[in-house]
């Protein structure tokens, strides 16, 4: 058990949620952000076995954990806990125009960092090169902009930051589509270059760690949420690509 301090006075809450060698449920990493961000004090359980899980559903009558107590009232789960806040989850169908929002987002970004680019010169195989990486990222980062929550659910599954910082998971594809752009307009290396570098080398462990240490069988987040990639070798080549380009583009910038 674990107790968060306050960040204000006279708000707590209980949750309930499954934290195991072998998995940490995605869901309570979300419900216990949650319950921080609105400024709540959290007296956090862990649920360590399979057995402790599901004698706690017995005892309160659930079928899931995570479960949130607040003022000794139940709220349930990660989603009856965003209603709570005013943030209903999304019904199933329903339409949206986020995807939509994203791809024209990032094509108009790409489109005017394309036009900051010299265009003499003919095509050179090393800028070729370049752009590849930088364009692949950008479509990624797409990929995971059409839904951020699908995304950050799977993501959470076996990144070490965002395990930590579960905002992390948010800000992940944001992160990798301006480093892409920058890179792809040539501009602002400065920040791309150690952007790149940053996202790339916890990307690159994380896989690490879960397929060829802990031997976990997962699906990979990096073309979105709902994909049915597995996690493993394409996985560790995109970022190690990645960590490859910063450093290129750092050392062909006189970065380093």
């Known amino acids: 058990m674990t107790t968060l301090s306050a960040t204000r006075e006279g708000r707590r809450a209980v949750l309930y949620r499954m934290v195991m060698p072998e998995h940490i449920c995605p869901y309570g990493l979300k419900s216990l952000d949650l319950l ?3 400024g709540y004090e959290v007296e956090d359980h862990h649920l360590t076995s399979h057995g402790q899980t ?3 559903k017995k005892e309160h009558g659930v079928e899931t954990t995570p479960q949130t107590f607040i003022d000794g009232r139940r709220i349930g789960g990660h ?5 709570f806040f005013g943030h209903p989850a999304k019904a199933k169908g329903a339409v949206s125009y986020q995807p939509v929002i994203a791809l024209f987002g990032i094509a108009a970004a790409m489109a005017l ?10 095509v050179s195989p090393v800028r070729a090169a370049e752009r590849f990486v930088a364009i692949a990222m950008c479509l990624l980062a797409l990929q995971k902009l059409r839904d951020v929550e699908s995304f950050s659910t799977m993501f959470l599954n076996y990144d070490l930051l965002a395990r930590r910082w579960v905002r992390y998971a ?4 944001l992160a990798e589509g301006l480093a892409g752009i920058l890179m792809l307009a040539g501009v602002a290396l400065w920040l791309s270059v150690p952007l790149a570098l940053f996202i790339g080398t916890v990307g690159a462990a994380s896989v690490f760690k ?22 493993g070798f394409v996985s560790l080549t995109e970022n190690l690509l990645m960590v490859a380009m910063a450093v290129w583009m750092a050392v062909k910038s006189g970065l380093l």
């Open 79 to 83: 989603d009856d806990l965003r209603a």
């Open 36 to 38: 921080k961000r609105h």
């Open 54 to 56: 599901e004698a706690f």
């Open 113 to 122: 960092a394309l036009s900051l680019e010299d265009a003499g010169g003919g």
């Open 170 to 173: 948010y800000l992940y594809p």
């Open 210 to 231: 879960a397929v060829y240490i802990d031997k976990r069988e997962l699906k990979c987040a990096c073309v979105g949420g709902d994909s049915q990639v597995p996690l």
